[in-house]
Nanobody, 114 residues
Framework: QVQLVESGGGLVQAGGSLRLSCAAS????????MGWYRQAPGKQRELVAA??????NYADSVKGRFTISRDNAKNLVYLQMNSLKPEDTAVYYC?????????WGQGTQVTVSS
């Protein structure tokens, strides 16, 4: 059974950095892409960054500050977050999309203090 586990969240001051990691246990076949989403209190879950066939895309709000990367061999995906802002505060979720289904992690809390 595939499980995604995020790590690296925490409390950081505005302007600081965090690196999120997502590790997938089990075998995953037919991967189309990997991504990071976030959900702030009272808001809908939104796409932060995604990587598909080596191409990346980012939400406008994080462009130039966040970088997504992946390790295909190890089914790992990372999100480097720099110049964090209080509005980046949210639960961050890892997602892996395959030709069969999507897998989601349970989320990791990121809190940015002003």
């Amino acid at each position: 059974q595939v499980q995604l586990v995020e790590s690296g969240g925490g409390l950081v001051q505005a302007g600081g950095s965090l690196r999120l990691s997502c590790a997938a246990s089990g075998s995953i076949f037919g991967i189309n892409g990997m991504g990071w989403y976030r959900q702030a209190p009272g808001k809908q879950r939104e796409l932060v960054a995604a990587i598909t066939s080596g191409k990346t895309n980012y939400a406008d709000s994080v462009k130039g500050r966040f970088t997504i990367s992946r390790d295909n061999a190890k089914n790992l995906v990372y999100l480097q977050m720099n110049s964090l802002k209080p509005e980046d505060t949210a639960v961050y979720y890892c997602e892996i999309a395959t030709i069969f289904r999507e897998y989601w992690g349970q989320g990791t809390q990121v809190t940015v203090s002003s």
